[in-house]
């Protein structure tokens, strides 16, 4: 079974503060994806990569930062935390997409920003 | 750009009752189409996907969707609710040859005992 894991269910940080939020993948996965869901609102595509080192921003990347140095692992950082970023963050991952490759998700990171 | 859209957000049904969820898409050229669903407490995970052929699609726990291109269109449908699948259900699409996917705002589903 794919495997998407998230570095932590819960998070509570202080505006200003810099958070980092780590996924790793175990199926070799050339896609991963952050997105953020609130009510009402689905989600939303923050970045994405479809290669180490690549990424291409999606339709909400203002405030944040990605980084992928491995294969597996796609981090999601937020340079200075503010209060309007408190959400669901959902990390997930998949194979070339066109070749019958559905995404995989992780369980989430809760993040409150005080 | 392509983007999702999905008409209700909140869906209140009996069980055996039958489901038909709206998902329109816009993008001109192909795409593959997909729908998630998300029970309480529990990771996103895939009831189906359109990428070529028959454009009627069965899934997971009788789930099925039919794709009409001329309609931009991938509606979710289930013959008979049961109280199990409460949940949220998102539509999403990919833009053939991109690696990106766009979801909706997703369906609330409520089904009652």
């Known amino acids: 079974d794919v495997k998407v894991t998230q570095s932590s269910r819960y998070l509570v940080k202080r505006t200003g503060e810099k958070v980092f939020l780590e996924c790793v993948q175990d199926?070799?996965?050339?896609?991963m994806f952050w997105y953020r869901q609130d009510p009402g609102l689905g989600l939303r595509l923050i970045y994405f990569?479809?290669?180490?080192?690549?990424?291409e921003k999606g339709d909400i990347p203002e405030g944040y930062s990605v980084s992928r140095e491995k294969k597996e692992r796609f981090s999601l950082i937020l340079e200075s935390a503010s209060t309007n970023q408190t959400s669901m963050y959902l990390c997930?991952?998949?194979?070339?997409?066109?070749?019958?490759?559905?995404?995989?998700f992780g369980p989430g990171t809760r993040l409150t920003v005080l | 750009a392509q983007s999702v859209s999905q008409h209700n957000h909140h869906v209140i049904l009996s069980e055996a009752a039958s489901l038909e969820l709206g998902c329109n898409y816009s993008?001109?050229?192909?795409?593959?189409l997909f729908w998630y669903v998300q029970y309480p407490g529990q990771h996103l995970q895939l009831l189906l996907k359109?990428?070529?052929?028959?454009?009627l699609v069965k899934g997971i726990k009788g789930f099925e969707a039919e794709f009409i291109k001329s309609k931009f269109s991938f509606n979710l449908r289930k013959p008979s609710v049961q109280w199990s699948d409460t949940a949220e259900y998102f539509c999403?699409?990919?833009?053939?040859?991109?690696?990106?996917?766009?979801f909706g705002t997703g369906t609330k589903l409520q089904v009652i005992p």
């Open positions: 997930a991952s998949s194979g070339v997409l066109g070749e019958g490759n559905e995404q995989f």
């Open positions: 199926m070799d996965h050339e896609n």
């Open positions: 990569s479809y290669d180490v080192k690549m990424k």
């Open positions: 993008y001109g050229g192909t795409v593959n």
């Open positions: 359109y990428f070529s052929g028959d454009p």
């Open positions: 999403a699409v990919n833009a053939r040859g991109y690696q990106k996917v766009t």
